[in-house]
């Protein structure tokens, strides 16, 4: 009882205040709100604005964070929660606003006017909640005090932002140029605009680099927890700049590969299953590597058939899959060897105490011995609690 006590004093630590009843019903509140604002934007682009088709797409982005931040908000209360919620509902509120601009003719409903004038500002506010995320990440407070004045930054250059768009045309036309900006107090503050962007940059930079700085003093926990994070993102980043590189229109790439930061997020805070981060890893390096190695040796087949040896396209293809297909299981073990040895190392020593074990089984002939090398083994490779045998009826623990 003590032990699960001291847990909960550790967890309410690390993740922040439990949020009472008010807090869960918040969280869910908003969840509710940014489903209803984004059907909402969905029904509008569907029946009217034509500038507005292809924006819907980030819907899936602004649902994940939202559905993963009312999670962490309402069974931990970790700020990251309602940074996250936040983000998700004024992206909502940014995607029904500039839905319901959109779709409305130039002069027929002066409102529309004001409408588009608020897409921008809510954006302006959006925007410091991403930079923001990897420095509060996993219990949402910097690393030290020395790092809070980056907060304090983020808030000063999403105020910077949300101004110049409010009081000039810094990026009213851009997004609705059949619209009237109506408000236009000043000339266009598009350096400001611009410098509150860069900052915006940076500090996702320095957060990255507190990550690091977080990672070197962090305990076991922690470590898998910013592991998860940076799994999530670097798969994200490749897998969007791949289909940049393919594709003309990167959106749906988008929509597919950044959700995974949030869910990733979620996984690292909630601790659900968060010791599998090692062998998510050494699989994807594994299967990326050997997917870039046979690719490498397909392309290399097909060019030496039919260049240097003048053999016919079809026969040179059949032949350099029938190579790939062969090489692909003596590949894959080797690499995810390699793999499990530098990023998995509990399942390379789990399967080594395995192998060797097999090995010494061949020769043995008592079963008592075999049974308590067994055991023995069993323990060290697997680590659990208790550990029985059952021989014929009798049991020996």
């Avoid at 949020?19 to 909402?40: F, I, K, M, T, Y």
């Avoid at 003309?248 to 010791?275: E, H, M, Q, T, W």
């Avoid at 026969?315 to 073990?333: C, E, G, I, M, Y």
């Amino acid at each position: 009882m003590s032990q699960q006590l001291a847990r909960r004093a550790e967890d309410r630590t690390a993740d922040g205040a439990r949020p009472g009843r008010g807090g869960s019903r918040l969280a869910w509140a908003l969840l509710g709100l940014v489903v209803a604002l984004l059907a909402a934007s969905l029904v509008i682009a569907a029946t009217g604005g034509e500038s507005w088709n292809s924006k819907p797409a980030v819907i899936p982005v602004l649902l994940a964070l939202a559905v993963v931040g009312a999670l962490i908000a309402a069974r931990t209360g970790n700020r990251l929660g309602w940074l996250f919620l936040a983000s998700g509902a004024t992206g909502a509120a940014g995607a029904f606003v500039g839905a319901y601009a959109s779709r409305v003719p130039t002069a027929e409903l002066p409102a529309a006017q004001w409408v588009g004038w608020v897409f921008p500002v809510i954006l302006g506010l959006e925007q410091p909640l991403f930079f923001v995320i990897p420095l509060l990440f996993p219990d949402g407070r910097p690393p030290s005090a020395r790092w809070r004045p980056l907060i304090w930054v983020a808030i000063a250059a999403g105020t910077v932002n949300m101004v110049s768009v409010a009081l000039s045309d810094a990026d009213f036309s851009s997004n609705f140029p059949w619209l009237r900006d109506p408000v236009t107090l000043v000339p266009p503050l598009g350096t400001a605009y611009n410098v509150s962007q860069e900052v915006g940059l940076v500090l996702f930079v320095l957060g990255a680099v507190s990550m690091i700085v977080r990672f070197r003093r962090a305990g076991q926990d922690e470590r898998l927890q910013l592991k998860w994070f940076v799994y999530a993102a670097a798969v994200s980043v490749a897998g969007i700049s791949v289909s940049s590189t393919f594709m003309s229109n990167p959106l749906p790439a988008f929509d597919i590969f950044f959700p995974l930061i949030p869910a990733a997020v979620g996984v690292a805070i909630l601790k659900y299953r968060l010791y599998d981060i090692d062998r998510l890893i050494s699989r994807t390096l594994a299967y990326a590597i050997v997917t870039g190695l046979l690719v490498g040796v397909y392309a290399g087949l097909v060019l030496l058939a039919t260049e240097v040896f003048r053999f016919h396209t079809p026969v040179a293809v059949a032949a350099a899959t029938l190579a790939a297909a062969a090489l692909f299981n003596p590949v894959r073990r080797r690499v995810q060897r390699a793999a499990d040895r530098r990023f998995n190392r509990v399942r390379y020593d789990a399967d080594q105490t395995v192998a060797a074990f097999a090995g010494t089984l061949r020769d043995a002939v008592d079963p008592g011995t075999v049974q308590a090398d067994l055991l023995a083994v069993v323990s060290k490779a697997v680590e659990p609690a208790h550990v029985s045998v059952w021989i014929a009826g009798r049991q020996q623990a």
